[in-house]
C-alpha cells in the first residue's frame, strides 16, 4: 500500500473523545469555506456508527446540511455505517464484518485527487481503531493532512489533549493544532479563565497552538431546511470573530 507523502489541501478533524464538536466544526467550517468560495469543499466521514443513513442525528445528515452540502448525497459523504453504537471496529465486527483499511486510504487518495480540498471527520477520538494496527490518527497522517483536534474545555482535558497530540505524533502527524469545544454559555459565564488556563498548559507542554474556542452553536435536531440555514448563517457570522483559526484553516484550505 502506498500512502500520500507531504503536505495536501484539506484537513482532519479528530478530537480528545466524542460528542465533543467535531461534527460541528467540519460542517461549520464547509459551510464558512463555501460562504467564501461560493462553492463547498469535499467533505468525507469514513466511518459512522450508532446511527442509520437519514437519521436527523447522523453525523452524515449533520454534515450535509450544516456543511451546506445540497447537492451532495448523503450515502457520498460517508463510506460505511454501522448499526451498533460501538468504536467503528467493534461496530463492524458486531455485523459480521470489517473495515478495510486499505481501501480507506485509496478512497481517501481519489478524493484528494478530485478539485477542492478535502475535510476529514473522524470518529471519536485520534486513537479510535479501525483495524487492530490502524486507527483515526494513521489515516490522516497516511494521506499527509494536518490534524484539528477538538478538546473539551475543563477538568482533565490537559491529560487527554496532550496524549492525543503524541499520539498524533507517533503515527506520524506532521502538523496539529487544537481548537476548544463544548464552551457552554454557563461554562463562558463560569468557568472562562480555566478554559484559558488549561489551553495555556496545554501550548506549554506539547508546543501546539490552541487557536480559539469553538462558537457554542449546537446542531437543531431537525429535517427543516430553514433551520439549518439559520444555524450555518449564524456559524459562518461566528467564525469572522475568530481571525487566528480562520487563518489557519485558509492554509490547510488553500482559500
Same mark, same amino acid.
Not at 446540511?65 to 459523504?77: A, S
Not at 497530540?165 to 454557563?186: D, F, L, S
Given at each position: 500500500m502506498s500512502v500520500i507523502k507531504g503536505r495536501q489541501d484539506g484537513l482532519?478533524?479528530?478530537?480528545?473523545?466524542?460528542?465533543?464538536?467535531? +461534527?460541528?466544526a467540519v460542517s461549520?467550517?464547509?459551510?464558512?469555506f463555501k460562504a467564501h468560495m461560493k462553492r463547498p469543499p469535499q467533505v468525507w466521514k469514513p466511518v459512522q456508527s450508532g446511527v442509520q443513513l437519514g437519521d436527523v442525528i447522523a453525523d452524515s445528515y449533520r454534515l450535509k446540511?450544516?456543511?451546506? @452540502?445540497?447537492?451532495?448525497?448523503?450515502?457520498?459523504?460517508v463510506s460505511s455505517t454501522?448499526?451498533?453504537?460501538?468504536?467503528?471496529?467493534?461496530?463492524?465486527?458486531?455485523?459480521?464484518?470489517?473495515?478495510?483499511?486499505?481501501?480507506?486510504?485509496?478512497?481517501?487518495?481519489?478524493? $484528494?485527487?478530485?478539485?477542492?480540498?478535502?475535510? /476529514?471527520?473522524g470518529a471519536g477520538g485520534v486513537a479510535v481503531p479501525f483495524t487492530p494496527s490502524k486507527t483515526m490518527a494513521h489515516l490522516a497522517a497516511d494521506l499527509g493532512l494536518p490534524m484539528m483536534?477538538?478538546?473539551?474545555?475543563l477538568l482533565g482535558t490537559i491529560s487527554h489533549t496532550v496524549t492525543a /497530540?503524541?499520539?498524533?505524533?507517533?503515527?506520524?502527524?506532521?502538523? /496539529?493544532?487544537?481548537? /476548544?469545544?463544548?464552551? +457552554?454559555?454557563?461554562i463562558q459565564d463560569e468557568s472562562l479563565p480555566d478554559v484559558k488556563e488549561n489551553a495555556a498548559i496545554i501550548e506549554e507542554l506539547t508546543g501546539v497552538p490552541v487557536l480559539g474556542i $469553538?462558537? %457554542?452553536?449546537?446542531?437543531?435536531?431537525?429535517?427543516s431546511e430553514v433551520e439549518?440555514? @439559520? %444555524?450555518?448563517?449564524? %456559524?459562518?457570522?461566528?467564525?469572522?470573530?475568530? +481571525?487566528?483559526?480562520?487563518d489557519w484553516l485558509r492554509q490547510c484550505l488553500r482559500t
Open positions: 482532519f478533524v479528530s478530537s480528545t473523545g466524542t460528542e465533543i464538536g467535531k +461534527t460541528i461549520g467550517i464547509s459551510a464558512w446540511h450544516g456543511g451546506w @452540502l445540497t447537492n451532495v448525497p448523503e450515502k457520498e459523504i454501522f448499526r451498533a453504537p460501538l468504536a467503528p471496529m467493534a461496530a463492524a465486527r458486531r455485523e459480521q464484518s470489517a473495515i478495510s483499511y486499505t481501501s480507506l486510504i485509496e478512497e481517501g487518495r481519489v478524493r $484528494m485527487g478530485r478539485q477542492g480540498p478535502l475535510l /476529514i471527520e483536534i477538538v478538546a473539551a474545555p /497530540i503524541h499520539y498524533a505524533r507517533y503515527c506520524g502527524v506532521q502538523e /496539529i493544532k487544537v481548537v /476548544i469545544g463544548g464552551v +457552554t454559555p454557563q $469553538m462558537p %457554542w452553536l449546537p446542531h437543531p435536531v431537525t429535517y439549518w440555514r @439559520l %444555524w450555518r448563517e449564524e %456559524w459562518v457570522q461566528a467564525m469572522e470573530e475568530q +481571525t487566528v483559526w480562520t
